[in-house]
T-cell receptor
Framework: GDSVTQMEGPVTLSEEAFLTINCTYT??????LFWYVQYPGEGLQLLLK?????DKGSNKGFEATYRKETTSFHLEKGSVQVSDSAVYFC??????????????FGSGTRLLVRP | DGGITQSPKYLFRKEGQNVTLSCEQN?????MYWYRQDPGQGLRLIYY???????QKGDIAEGYSVSREKKESFPLTVTSAQKNPTAFYLC??????????????FGEGSRLTVL
């Protein structure tokens, strides 16, 4: 079945360092891909998305490119801030039998940015 | 502002008791979902609903029940049959139909602890 694999955390970086969080997926079709962010004690917020191959999603300095050839959707940011400390989830949309969708999530990667 | 409201934010339950978690949305979305989050495991789908008076089991429906009497509301009952109910529960909604990409909008979550 469809699945998402992302790098285990925690990832600890100093402020202004470069961030990469790896995400690869397995899917039978051509899913949309997402990155969600979760701050402590809160729900998930959509960070960025890409709906087809070679699309680049971007938001708040974060970027990810939908790579069909490598089945990847790695999250990058050029210069992280302390406020970026959170858990990041990679996800893909999997169609259900009745034309709706469900999201399949990776296990999450905790990012800790030190001043 | 449009959004999803979950209540209560924190809930404590004794073993053997049923509890109901509330989820209300004013986004006019057709589809609603319940996910369960456990540490280090990402999110898993419990139930989903596309239209009023219809809902489907997700990947881990055993020990849970739902209803969808109104478009705006999708309450989740955690029954005494659920073996390990302590978790963080997230409600979400999405559009359904031709423009849908699978993007979900999440509430702030409800943390259930069984004493």
């Amino acid at each position: 079945g469809d699945s998402v694999t992302q790098m285990e955390g925690p990832v600890t970086l100093s402020e202004e360092a470069f961030l990469t969080i790896n995400c690869t997926y397995t899917a039978t079709g051509y899913p949309s891909l997402f990155w969600y962010v979760q701050y402590p004690g809160e729900g998930l917020q959509l960070l960025l998305k890409a709906t087809k191959a070679d699309d680049k999603g971007s938001n708040k300095g974060f970027e990810a490119t939908y790579r069909k050839e490598t089945t990847s959707f790695h999250l990058e940011k050029g210069s992280v801030q302390v406020s970026d400390s959170a858990v990041y989830f990679c996800a893909l949309s999997a169609p259900l039998m009745d034309s709706s969708y469900k999201l399949i999530f990776g296990s999450g990667t905790r990012l800790l940015v030190r001043p | 502002d449009g959004g999803i409201t979950q209540s209560p934010k924190y809930l404590f339950r004794k073993e053997g008791q049923n509890v109901t978690l509330s989820c209300e949305q004013n986004l006019n979305h057709d589809a609603m979902y319940w996910y369960r989050q456990d540490p280090g495991q990402g999110l898993r789908l419990i139930y989903y609903s596309q239209i009023v008076n219809d809902f489907q089991k997700g990947d881990i429906a055993e020990g849970y029940s739902v209803s969808r009497e109104k478009k705006e509301s999708f309450p989740l009952t955690v029954t005494s049959a659920q073996k390990n109910p302590t978790a963080f529960y997230l409600c979400a909604s999405s559009i359904w139909g031709g423009d849908a990409t699978g993007e979900l909008f999440f509430g702030e979550g409800s943390r259930l602890t069984v004493l």
